[in-house]
């Protein structure tokens, strides 16, 4: 049997943490103890408790945000932070979140979209080091490809070539492309 | 909500001290700085500004939840709008770029012939990108603006003129700071290496409020005044 998916919750209503915790399955998700705010000593407690998904109100970031953040990150890289958002999130912040859940979601798309949302993680622990699919995706991005000619001169669909990407952004905390091609001069994969 | 944000009652060195980035707005409103006891309200009446549009971009640059409502908007005064908004495309173009070129051009100068013209092609890449950016929205998002304004009827300009653009400019910045600070060698001149990744996240920080203010309030404004051409 697989192991079962730790979900850890920092949200603030009661509502909204019990409507979460009746959409997911027991057989398949366990729910650890849930904070009502994000506590002072929040990355050691989840270096102690190891969720595999956090599931963060973002409102509840003190300032600068984008910075406690990366804190939490830290804390288990290989854990997926997800944003749960009901109201205006200014979008680089949410930007720097697995991926976005919304209030508003049905409720038999939830369980689907953890479970996708934490995948990735379960199978790639490797860290920071590009791997040698993600290394030829960054030079062929560097060249100038777009998404599209670079699934085709790999042989892969886009959708895996966008995971790339993510991976290779999540990995050296570059965005765009521009950032991407320097990046793969400075490390001698492409001439300058 | 109320209680939680700027008014017009508050004293403006409080104002800034609760946000001291805002010093950076001043001069775009045309309001020197030597504000003494004075309210917003009493400021924004002394120069001429309408001070529900002065604290509507305070508070979209202070507060990260501040959402105007549309009845705000409504009733607020926007003819400083695009003057502001050009006063900032000036700032970032005339000032804020320069600066950041003088430190880049200096590290570039001590780093070697490979990083210096990496680090330097990139940058004039990215200021290109800035000046092209600024151009479209002065050229065509606000002439298009103040005809609405006018109650006059102009062809809207093609969408990607507007806000969402932004976030590339704010995140090639931030790229530049990650090579920076963590692939460029700095042997000898790390200070000078420091000068430079603060003054782009600087930049990078109020060009986030300028599209912020765009996003919350340029579109809506130009969303609200079509409505009631069609209406």
């Known amino acids: ?192 | 909500m109320i209680g939680r944000f700027f008014t017009s009652r508050m004293k403006m060195a409080d104002v800034v001290a609760t946000n001291h980035t805002l010093i950076l707005a001043m001069p775009r409103f045309g309001i020197p700085l030597g504000f003494g006891e004075r309210s917003v309200q009493e400021i924004c009446a002394q120069y001429g500004l309408p001070v529900d549009f002065v604290l509507l971009i305070f508070n979209v640059y202070t507060f990260d939840d501040y959402l105007p409502d549309e009845d705000g908007l409504m009733r607020t005064d926007f003819s400083p709008l695009v003057p502001y908004l050009e006063a900032s495309h000036r700032y970032y173009l005339n000032e804020r770029l320069p600066h950041i070129e003088r430190h880049l051009l200096h590290v570039a100068g001590s780093a070697g012939e490979r990083y210096g013209s990496i680090l330097k092609h990139f940058f004039e890449d990215y200021r290109k990108e800035v000046v092209e950016h600024f151009d479209s929205e002065e050229r065509d998002v606000f002439p298009y603006l103040e005809s609405l304004m006018n109650g006059g009827r102009a062809e809207r300009p093609v969408s990607e003129h507007f806000a969402d653009n932004h976030t590339d400019l704010v995140d090639k910045l931030g790229d530049l700071t990650q090579i920076l600070y963590k692939y460029i060698p700095c042997e000898g001149f790390a200070e000078e290496l420091n000068e430079l990744v603060f003054a782009i996240m600087q930049l990078s920080a109020d060009l986030e409020k300028h599209a912020l203010i765009e996003e919350k309030i340029l579109l809506p404004y130009i969303q609200q005044l079509e409505r009631r051409q069609e209406g």
């Open chain 1, 1 to 192: 049997m697989k192991p079962k998916i730790q979900v850890l919750v920092c949200e603030p209503s009661d509502i909204v943490r019990e409507g979460l915790r009746s959409l997911l399955d027991e057989d398949e998700f366990v729910l650890q103890a849930p904070m009502r705010e994000v506590p002072a000593d929040m990355a050691q407690r989840i270096s102690r408790q190891q969720p595999d998904i956090l599931i963060l109100n973002p409102t509840l970031l003190n300032t600068p945000p984008r910075m406690q953040l990366v804190s939490i990150q830290q804390a288990r890289m290989s854990m997926a932070v997800v944003a749960l958002v009901y109201e205006y999130v200014e979008p680089s912040l949410l930007s720097q979140f697995k991926t976005v859940l919304d209030i508003r979601e049905k409720g038999n798309r939830v369980a689907q979209l953890l479970r996708e949302c934490c995948q990735p993680e379960m199978e790639d622990e490797e860290g920071y080091e590009l791997s040698e699919r993600e290394t030829e995706v960054l030079v062929l991005l560097a060249k100038g490809c777009s998404s599209k000619e670079i699934a085709d001169k790999l042989n892969i669909s886009i959708h895996t070539v966008n995971t790339h990407r993510k991976n290779i952004t999540r990995k050296t905390g570059i965005k765009s492309v521009a950032g991407l091609a320097v990046y793969a001069m400075l490390h001698n994969l492409v001439v300058g």
